[in-house]
């Protein structure tokens, strides 16, 4: 078997608690402990994380992004330990992975256009021209289900299973190897859920594997 595009090793987080007169910590909380995976990337393959509220799921996704410092263990991307890196050289790794948020509406930003918002990636990856990024943009609306005239809009127009598909076409933008989908369906009505699960399902299987690798939380 080829080498892992993605391998946690012991990956932890702890919170100090701090209490009494002097604020010294007290105990601290294990939001994360000792969790390890990889995922394969030439399977184009899609990992679940399963668990209870408050267990520690989104916290191990911010981490593999370094939206989080992890307290310990090894996020190691395409042979690189991410831990390592510095925060110059992490932004430009995360043109390799990107994340779907939990919370569909605020994760855009409301002062941007869906166009803007969907375009923001490849301006900081610096792909393509004005013209290119553009037609990206288009593309990618159509991709996820809907229209090239929505780019004039905003989010606070769209109901929240439209506002979750920009925020795929957001993730898909700059050609990542990996998408980390943090619980992408639990802020969505029912009827809507199993949309958006078929839809990055679709996705992965109209791109050809491997497009990209999957790991929902």
């Known amino acids: 078997m080829s080498e892992p595009l993605l391998q946690v090793e012991n990956l932890k987080k702890y919170y100090p608690v701090k209490g009494g007169v002097l ?12 969790v390890s995976f990889s995922i394969y990337y ?5 990992l679940g994380i399963v668990g209870e509220s408050g267990c520690g799921k989104s916290t191990t996704g911010r981490m593999l992004m370094r939206l989080i410092e992890p307290t310990d263990g090894r996020v190691v991307f395409a042979g690189k330990n991410l831990t390592d890196l510095s925060k110059h050289d992490m932004r430009k790794m995360r043109k390799n992975m990107q994340m779907i948020f939990q919370d569909p ?9 869906v166009g803007k918002i969907i375009e923001e990636p490849l301006i900081v990856h610096r792909m393509g021209s004005k013209k290119e990024r553009k037609k990206r ?15 004039k809009r ?6 929240g299973g439209q506002r979750q598909r920009i925020g795929i076409a957001r993730a898909l933008a ?3 190897r990996l998408i980390i989908a943090d619980e992408p369906v639990s802020a969505l009505d029912v ?9 990055l399902q679709d996705l992965q299987e109209q791109f050809g594997s491997p497009f990209y690798s999957l790991l929902m939380i």
Do not use: C, I
């Not at 905003?154 to 109901?159: E, G, L, T």
């Open 23 to 34: 604020g010294k910590t007290s105990e601290t909380v294990k939001a994360v402990d000792g």
């Open 42 to 46: 030439e399977e184009g393959e899609t």
């Open 105 to 113: 509406f605020a994760s855009l930003n409301p002062r941007h256009t």
């Open 137 to 151: 943009v288009e593309e990618l609306l159509e991709v996820v289900g809907l229209s090239a005239y929505h780019a």
């Open 154 to 159: 905003y989010p606070h127009q769209f109901s």
């Open 174 to 176: 700059v050609h990542p």
């Open 191 to 199: 009827s809507v859920q199993s949309q958006v699960l078929n839809l």
